[in-house]
């Protein structure tokens, strides 16, 4: 992997993850927004005096804030993804380029999103006390770096074992002591329940159902797109090298 091809695959790894943000900004816009506004209703039924001047106007913030925060983040992602992909291409096996961006994806799913997703779980507007929003915030980004360390280390347990047990029962062990540690971190880790006890339980679930959904369409989209745009880049095409073998040779 030398430096153009690096180069090469972070544009690339950028340009995927603004493409798959088109489509996980409408699965926010159509299933998210709606929670939120339902959850703004609340918080205004419930509040008891005057909140100031509304600054970003909600109208704004459901459409050039959510498109802006959706997209920068797709970019985002794209890139990190991509210097992952660069580091795990042909360490993970003998599979080619869009396979390594396809369990990359996947990994990166579980590892960034969904494993603290399922402790520290998103909430829309008014439920959390605004006092310990830093604490819970310092959590969530606690339980992902937890998260991406211990699937790290799970791999190096995985490939350290295939000599002994074989590929499968290395990855069923590797696996295996994945889940036993996160959950060991579940247990330690504080526990934050600040939902209102008279909040919709249907906003609740369906707002966090759209949070999900938006990081599933965004994460699957990119390791298609760029798994696409990868194996075109590293992976000499045949067609093409049949051509120029065809123009070369004579016709008799």
Known sequence: ??????????VRGMLAGLAAGCPALLIAYLLGEPS????????EAHSHGDHGVE??????????????GVL????????IAALAFCVALGRIGRIGPRATAALLSLGGLLVVHVV??????ANPPSVGDPDTIGK???????????????GVAAIFLGRGLVPRLGGWWAGVVAVAAFVLVVGAAY????????????FPATVLWRFRLAALAVQGVLWAGFGLLFGHLAERLLVPRAGHD?????TAEPVS
């Open 187 to 198: 247990a330690v880790l504080p526990v934050v329940d600040e939902v209102p006890a008279d």
């Open 242 to 246: 049949r051509s120029a073998r065809g």
């Open 72 to 79: 920068v983040y797709g970019v985002a992602l794209g890139g």
């Open 36 to 43: 939120v506004d339902r959850a703004i209703g609340y918080e």
């Open 55 to 68: 600054l970003v106007s909600r109208t704004l913030q459901s459409t050039g804030g959510l498109a802006t």
């Open 1 to 10: 992997m030398n430096t153009v091809s690096v180069r090469s695959l972070l």
């Open 136 to 150: 819970r915030t310092a959590l969530y980004f606690l339980m992902i770096v937890l998260s991406v360390l211990l």
């Open 116 to 121: 603290p997703f399922l402790k520290y779980p």
